[in-house]
């Protein structure tokens, strides 16, 4: 879904500002600390329901205020929504057409996005956690029912590290390592199902912009050679001392190779964030091609780590995409685009539309 327009209200630098997006290419331009970073900010939680930059609600919400509000209108074809969120002191609250809703999901699917930041690259170099919400994000919007098994998984986890530090006996864990061996199985399947049909636009991106082969392994998050109820029964001593639950798809990570090497080791910080535009790319065009409509796609700062040539790889690889794109850099390149984008300046928190 295109994201058409967009009001600001106390967040972060941003007093108010009402913004109308193309269905298209949009660049936000300025100087630094001038609020390019925070609309984008503002359009992830939009969508998101939380901040991408890991920001406390005492961050986000402007100096003085007590809650911030945004409100914004998606659209595919001539089917609009209207989306808004308000956090600070009074708690989340999350609406979707009027109706409030119980959870920032209701988010996500009415405003699917994706972002490349500055940070992106620790998508490669940085720890698991980031590799699986990235295989969850694709899951969640390609496999019917991914997000309720999911939570279904995530609370039968919990019990059983309640069980653990409980000192619960065996014969009492065996009924929660029956609902994980279960649970996870089906995790797992639509995890590797998403991964495989990823896999080949990963590698077609990782050639148009590193110019290498580029691959991964997915590890499920226990032994090859052992089922997950196997895994759970051979942990449970080291589990019992630690409190939780070593084996099943909350291990699970995504081990990128380049030129059958481990890519984490071997490149550059340019080339990790190529490696990991790559990964977000090839997910964009997935879930684009699943969900039948446009994805939008935010840009902060491209142009950071890489040079003249890497960056215009890379936007030849978002245009060829179709995506909604929303970008921010210090001046206003046009050129960064295969289409004209509309043009915003924005200093010291006022945004103002300029072709």
Same mark, same amino acid.
């Given at each position: ?5 967009l009001k600001?209200t106390?967040?972060?630098?941003l007093?108010?500002?009402g913004?109308? &997006? ?19 900010e503002a359009?992830a ?6 901040? &991408?930059?890991?920001?406390?609600i005492?961050? =986000? ?6 809650n911030f509000?945004? &409100?914004g ?10 989306l808004?969120? /308000?956090?600070g002191?009074g708690?989340l609250?999350?609406?979707t ?7 920032a999901?209701?988010?996500a ?6 972002i490349i930041?500055?940070? =992106? ?5 940085g ?27 995530r ?16 014969a009492?864990?065996s009924?929660?390592d ?12 639509a ?6 049909i990823?896999?080949s636009g ?9 110019g ?8 499920r ?8 109820s ?19 798809p ?7 190779k ?8 071997l490149?550059? /910080?340019g ?9 977000i790319?090839?997910?964009t ?5 699943h969900?039948d ?14 040079d ?12 060829n995409?179709?995506?909604q794109?929303i970008?921010?850099?210090l ?16 200093e ?8």
């Amino acid at each position: 879904m295109a994201l058409s327009s967009l009001k600001i209200t106390d967040f972060r630098c941003l007093e108010s500002a009402g913004i109308d &997006f193309d269905q298209g290419n949009n660049l936000i331009y300025g100087p630094n600390a001038s609020g390019k970073t925070s609309i984008l900010e503002a359009v992830a939680y939009l969508g998101r329901g939380r901040s &991408f930059r890991g920001a406390s609600i005492r961050e =986000v919400v402007r100096h003085g205020q007590d809650n911030f509000v945004l &409100f914004g209108n998606s659209r595919v074809g001539s089917r609009a929504v209207a989306l808004g969120v /308000r956090n600070g002191t009074g708690g989340l609250e999350v609406h979707t057409d009027g109706e409030k809703r119980a959870s920032a999901a209701a988010l996500a699917e009415a405003l699917p996005l994706q972002i490349i930041d500055p940070d =992106v690259h620790k998508l490669i170099a940085g720890g698991p956690e980031d590799r699986r919400r990235y295989i969850d994000w694709v899951a969640f919007h390609v496999e019917h029912g991914y997000l309720d098994l999911w939570r279904r998984y995530r609370r039968a986890l919990k019990q059983r590290n309640a069980a653990l530090r409980g000192k619960v006996s065996s014969a009492g864990l065996s009924g929660w390592d029956r609902e994980l061996v279960g649970l996870g199985g089906l995790l797992n399947d639509a995890r590797e199902r998403v991964l495989d049909i990823t896999r080949s636009g990963l590698q077609e991106l990782g050639n148009s912009l590193v110019g290498c082969t580029i691959d991964f392994d997915y590890q499920r998050g226990w032994a090859a050679d052992r089922s997950l109820s196997e895994a759970l029964i051979t942990s449970v001593e080291r589990d019992r001392q630690v409190g939780s639950t070593h084996a099943g798809p909350h291990r699970g990570d995504l081990k990128l190779k380049l030129d059958e090497r481990q890519a984490r080791k071997l490149v550059s /910080r340019g080339q990790q964030k190529l490696l990991a535009c790559a990964l977000i790319l090839s997910a964009t065009g997935v879930v684009q091609t699943h969900l039948d409509h446009q994805l939008l796609l935010l840009l902060d700062d491209p142009a950071a780590e890489l040079d003249s040539d890497s960056l215009r790889r890379l936007m030849e690889a978002v245009g060829n995409l179709g995506c909604q794109v929303i970008a921010t850099t210090l001046e206003a390149n046009r050129d960064l685009f295969d289409a004209p984008p509309r043009l915003f300046h924005v200093e010291h928190g006022v945004v103002r539309t300029v072709g």
